[in-house]
């Protein structure tokens, strides 16, 4: 069974910065092009970022570029995203996904992870 | 970017009627070379991740009732839920992955 963690969310400060993590499992995850989605309280759903399954590749949403730093560990099946310079825009439930093609990056998502919860107060 | 819009925002059912969602993109979604639509669907329930209904606009994912059907081709998608049960309270998303930024539809919430 594919399974998705997510973790490292919480509460930070504007201007701060945060490490999410994704533990994948259940499948084989060097397969993979693998994203993250986020999306706002009570809002839609928003593409942030993907990466390639070997990490040579990376492709960013422009509301994140220069911010946000995707990385792979294929040896440890997890996906990483850094978040630097955060702002109130940025808090959001964060969602790491799996591509449905694999090694395709224009691709569904097929499997989710539950989410992790990233609140930027002061 | 391609801007994905939906239509209605909201959407009443009632138990056992259809239910039908529209999508449009911005440009078309269809690739010429193999002739498939970059489109997905996907249904969110409160408290839970988006769960994949639908890919190259109209293959039902596995395990996904065929109670869901989806058509369309270009710019105009449709998602149609052809007897709505309580279950399928929710919101519906399209995301077009023809290119990055891979952007989703607003959502389309269906309720009784």
């Known amino acids: 069974e594919v399974q998705l963690v997510e973790s490292g969310g919480g509460l930070v400060q504007p201007g701060g910065s945060v490490r999410l993590s994704c533990a994948a499992s259940g499948f084989t995850f060097t397969n993979y092009w693998m994203t993250w989605v986020r999306q706002a309280p009570g809002k839609g759903l928003e593409w942030v970022a993907s990466i390639k399954e070997d990490g040579s590749e990376k492709d960013y949403a422009d509301s994140v570029k220069g911010r946000f730093s995707l990385s792979r560990d294929n040896g440890k099946n997890i996906l990483s995203l850094y978040i630097q310079r955060l702002r109130a825009e940025d808090t959001a439930v964060y969602y790491c996904?799996?591509?449905?093609?694999?090694?395709?990056?224009?691709?569904?998502?097929?499997?989710w992870g539950r989410g992790t919860l990233v609140a930027v107060s002061s | 970017d391609i801007v994905m819009t939906q239509s209605p925002e909201y959407l009443p059912v009632s138990l056992g009627a259809r239910a039908i969602i529209q999508c449009k993109s911005s440009q078309s979604v269809l690739y010429s070379s193999n002739n498939k639509n970059y489109l997905a669907w996907y249904q969110q329930k409160p408290g839970q991740p988006p769960k994949l209904l639908i890919y190259w606009a109209s293959t039902r994912e596995s395990g996904v009732p065929d109670r869901f059907s989806g058509s369309g081709s270009g710019t105009h998608f449709t998602l149609t839920i052809s007897s709505l049960r309580a279950e399928d309270v929710a919101v519906y998303y399209c995301?077009?992955?023809?290119?990055?930024?891979?952007?989703f539809g607003p959502g389309t919430k269906v309720h009784i």
């Open positions: 995301q077009q992955y023809y290119s990055a930024p891979f952007t």
């Open positions: 996904a799996r591509a449905g093609r694999g090694p395709q990056s224009s691709s569904w998502l097929d499997s």
